[in-house]
Antibody, heavy 121, light 108 residues
Framework: EVQLVETGGGLIQPGGSLRLSCAAS????????MSWVRQAPGKGLEWVSV???????YYADSVKGRFTISRDNSKNTLYLQMNSLRAEDTAVYYC???????????????WGQGTLVTVSS | DIQMTQSPSSVSASVGDRVTITCRAS??????LAWYQQKPGKAPKLLIY???SLQSGVPSRFSGSGSGTDFTLTISSLQPEDFATYYC??????????FGQGTKVEIK
């Protein structure tokens, strides 16, 4: 069964750092495009970052320079290192596999259950 | 960046009703459009990709259409389990990938 499980969320003070993890099963992280998508409380979905199978990384302007996406192939796990956190980073963070085929385009499927990050003093 | 605009932001409907949600892209995206369903406290679920292709396991009462800048999600006969928020997403070649603001389907 293809599954993603996020961990690492919590309450953190503004300016602090946090690392989220996303453990995958049923497929190989390094052979796929993998993304983080977040959702602020009561708000819509916002794409955050992607790591391509070849290792290239891209970020939303809102997190560029503060967040770093990476993966550990031996653990089949995706990470998001979040530094210089702000109140506006408060959200549920989802990891998701990104479609790579021409037929489907870059869609997000499946998704993890999400982990809540709260940035507050 | 490509902006995605959904309408309406919410719709009240009854079981058995036909519901239509529209999504407009700020520039042409061919058929690179996906639709997701999200229930409270749950992760989004992919319903439709490539504008009109039904994801495996999704009921046939869901359908999608459109190309270029204008797209539609239709639920032909609303079921109790369909009350949720629906998002469109442009699935174009390069990031950033953007979502519509969501449409909440509520019980009338």
């Amino acid at each position: 069964e293809v599954q993603l499980v996020e961990t690492g969320g919590g309450l953190i003070q503004p300016g602090g750092s946090l690392r989220l993890s996303c453990a995958a099963s049923g497929f190989t992280v390094s052979s796929n495009y993998m993304s983080w998508v977040r959702q602020a409380p009561g708000k819509g979905l916002e794409w955050v970052s992607v790591i391509y199978s070849g290792g290239s990384t891209y970020y939303a302007d809102s997190v560029k320079g503060r967040f770093t996406i990476s993966r550990d192939n031996s653990k089949n796990t995706l990470y998001l290192q979040m530094n210089s956190l702000r109140a506006e980073d408060t959200a549920v963070y989802y990891c998701a596999r990104v479609g790579m085929s021409i037929a489907e385009g870059h869609v997000f499927d499946p998704w993890g259950q999400g982990t809540l990050v709260t940035v507050s003093s | 960046d490509i902006q995605m605009t959904q309408s309406p932001s919410s719709v009240s409907a009854s079981v058995g009703d036909r519901v239509t949600i529209t999504c407009r892209a700020s520039q042409g995206i061919s058929s690179w459009l996906a639709w997701y369903q999200q229930k409270p406290g749950k992760a989004p679920k992919l319903l439709i990709y490539a504008a009109s292709s039904l994801q495996s396991g999704v009921p046939s009462r869901f359908s999608g259409s459109g190309s270029g800048t204008d797209f539609t999600l239709t639920i032909s006969s609303l079921q109790p389990e369909d009350f949720a928020t629906y998002y469109c997403q442009q699935a174009n070649s390069f990031p950033p990938w953007t979502f519509g603001q969501g449409t909440k389907v509520e019980i009338k």
